[in-house]
């Protein structure tokens, strides 16, 4: 076995719901750990599916066809530029066993998400992880670590688990600094719920930098986790190369319908961003108001700042409240409204309870 496999630990899911239910005794559990849509899916998803239903025993559409053309229109890009996943997750994996020879490098920062990591390691490559900036990547010093052995950089924006981005002008620059044969990987699975104007738009960039690569996602705005699909949007060239990698029937023909009925959907898509902005209007109006630190966030969720992250965790799972804590804070998916204003509830409790162990000690 590769040595370096031995030092990695499997990827650990959180607890499910059920089993917090029993191990609680908490009658009802909302899940708010893994940035799942709580609105679920555009309602025409399902009668699609049902109509797909007698394609079970013929193998999917490995190129997935109607998909790529939709997403294509869609995008403006070419239906070449396009290379879809079972999931982001291995769209990453697909990307990393391309691209990455043992000894090499990649550059990303910390915090972000883990997986950019755990596949360089287990290709053998270093991996340099720049802290972030104000919970942002801190791409000038990115660009410092950059050496001849760097053979991908991975930019997480907005950056889970910090929600915060880094602006157009900023990903120019840098991309302008990059030596063009190594890839730049822009992880944008949130997407479509960010607001504002300065968010880079790196479809068009594409045509500038040929060593770009954008990634998206259904499995979070969309509300397609369960169906697995993802793509990667990029030169050409680049994304042939990397199709050689891919596995011929690596998205389901359910996942592929799911994800075109989805597409059509914009009224679905556009309620789920509007809801998501006031529910993290609602979280930064109390935690303001409370006094609490946290980082501003164009994603589903928000990094509150606390050095109690578990005492936080273990409080909220027992009120049927499942977030997922850091060393440095907790993140929590943003959720209904009426989700929004339980776990608000509960952290006006937990702070006020933080005051009175205060008060307590310095009387
Ligand atoms: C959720 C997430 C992914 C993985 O998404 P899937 O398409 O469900 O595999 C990738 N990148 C980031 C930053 C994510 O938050």
């Known amino acids: 076995m590769k040595p370096q496999i ?33 609105f679920g ?44 996943g079972s999931g982001l997750d291995e769209v990453i994996q697909t990307i990393s066993r391309a691209m990455l020879r043992e000894g090499d490098n990649i550059v990303t920062a910390s915090n972000t998400f883990p ?3 755990h596949h360089a390691i287990v290709e053998g490559c270093e991996v340099r992880e720049i802290p972030l900036k104000n919970g942002a990547f801190d791409l000038d010093t990115m660009a410092n670590a950059i050496d001849i052995r760097t053979r991908v950089v991975w930019i997480c924006n907005p950056n889970n688990p910090t929600g915060t981005y880094v602006k157009e002008e900023a990903l120019v620059h840098f991309l302008r600094t990059v030596p ?18 300065d968010f880079p738009q790196t479809i068009p960039l594409l045509k500038e930098f040929e060593n770009l690569l954008v990634l998206r996602t259904f499995s979070k705005a969309y509300g397609l986790a369960a ?46 961003a509007e809801e998501n902005r006031k529910g993290l209007e609602q979280y930064a109006e109390a935690l303001k108001e409370l006094e609490v630190d946290y980082y501003p966030s164009e994603a ?11 005492r936080w965790f273990e409080h909220l799972i027992q009120k049927g409240f499942i977030v997922r ?17 339980g776990v608000i509830s509960i952290i006006k409790s937990l702070m006020a309870e933080k005051k009175q162990i205060k008060a307590g000690v310095t009387s």
Do not use: W
């Not at 650990?12 to 009802?28: A, F, M, R, T």
């Not at 596995?247 to 898509?269: C, G, H, I, M, R």
């Open 227 to 272: 169906f697995r699909i993802g793509y990667a949007v990029g030169n050409e060239q680049l994304i042939e190369k990397i199709n050689i990698v891919r596995l011929p029937f690596n998205t389901s023909t359910f996942a592929q319908t799911a994800a075109v009925t989805a597409l059509k959907d914009e009224d679905f898509l556009q309620f789920c």
């Open 41 to 84: 899916c555009s309602p025409h998803v399902e009668r699609a599916l049902q109509n797909s239903f007698s394609l079970c025993s013929s193998y999917p559409d490995g190129a997935a066809n109607e998909l790529r053309e939709k997403l294509a229109e869609r995008l403006d890009v070419k239906e070449s530029q396009l290379l879809f």
């Open 115 to 117: 997986q950019y990591k």
């Open 300 to 310: 589903n969720f928000i990094f509150i700042c606390t050095d109690e992250s578990q």
């Open 6 to 38: 031995l030092m990695l630990q499997p990827y650990k899911p959180g607890k499910s719901p059920e089993d917090i239910q029993k191990e609680y005794n908490v009658e009802k559990v909302v899940k708010l750990a893994s940035n799942e849509n709580p």
């Open 180 to 197: 063009k044969n190594i890839l730049v990987v822009v992880d944008e699975a949130y997407y479509e719920y960010v607001n504002k104007e």
């Open 325 to 341: 804590p850091f060393p440095s804070g907790v993140r929590i998916t943003i959720g209904t409204k009426e989700q929004n204003t």
